[in-house]
Nanobody, 122 residues
Framework: QVQLAESGGGLVQAGGSLRLSCAASGLTFSSHFMGWFRQAPGKEREFVAGIRWGYGSTYYADSVRGRFTISRDRAENMLFLDMNSLKPEDAAVYYC???????????????WGQGTQVTVSS
């Protein structure tokens, strides 16, 4: 059974940095896809970044490309999101999710963490 647990959220000033972590358990294959999504109040859940667990290919939303970096530690089953140059519009609950293939839609992802809050003060 796949379980995902995010950590690392918090309050940061605009321009600051945070590192989010996602501890994954129950990952039995290397051919899956892991993504970070975020959801701000009153908005739909949106794709932030994703990575092919086996190959390490990465994908980013235009709004975060160049500021955020997704990575993984396969040995420890950990997923990370390094967020730099944070903006107030980055504030949201951030979720990690497991899917079978790259998708910017949240629908195909079957497993989700509980989320971690990121607040960016201006």
């Amino acid at each position: 059974q796949v379980q995902l647990a995010e950590s690392g959220g918090g309050l940061v000033q605009a321009g600051g940095s945070l590192r989010l972590s996602c501890a994954a358990s129950g990952l039995t294959f290397s051919s899956h896809f892991m993504g970070w999504f975020r959801q701000a109040p009153g908005k739909e859940r949106e794709f932030v970044a994703g990575i092919r667990w086996g190959y390490g290919s990465t994908y980013y939303a235009d709004s975060v490309r160049g500021r955020f970096t997704i990575s993984r530690d396969r040995a420890e089953n950990m997923l990370f999101l390094d967020m730099n140059s944070l903006k107030p519009e980055d504030a949201a609950v951030y979720y990690c999710a497991k899917g079978n293939e790259y998708s910017t839609s949240p629908t195909p992802y079957r497993h989700w963490g509980q989320g971690t809050q990121v607040t960016v003060s201006s």
